[in-house]
């Protein structure tokens, strides 16, 4: 059994990608990282939860998809071609940022 020790906001452009086929892949946004260890002290590692709930070694990742790794692309070069599209809430919180109007 793990237990987490510290847990913080990931950064825009840091990807999880996943197997999820034979010749296809599929990247989520990473939404946080933890850092975790072995409930005696021990063997302590970082791991990102992405966006859609998954992280490496959890029971519950969408079946068939298995872990590759994670990978960073800088936030104006967009995101990897096998990202899964924004959500809503992606595009609220990371969209255009609307402007007040200047009255004149």
Known sequence: ??????IVPAR??????????PEATRCYPVSLWALVEETDGSGREV??????????????NEV????VR??????????P???EPPSPTDLREHGPRLQPAVAT
């Open 64 to 67: 068939g998809g298995n872990f």
């Open 1 to 6: 059994m793990k237990r987490i020790v510290e």
């Open 47 to 60: 791991v990102g939860m992405d966006c859609a709930g998954q992280w490496p070694g959890s029971d519950v």
């Open 12 to 21: 825009p452009g840091w990807y999880s990608r996943w197997q999820v086929g």
């Open 81 to 83: 071609e096998d990202a």
């Open 70 to 79: 994670y990978l960073f692309q800088t936030p104006d070069s967009g995101r």
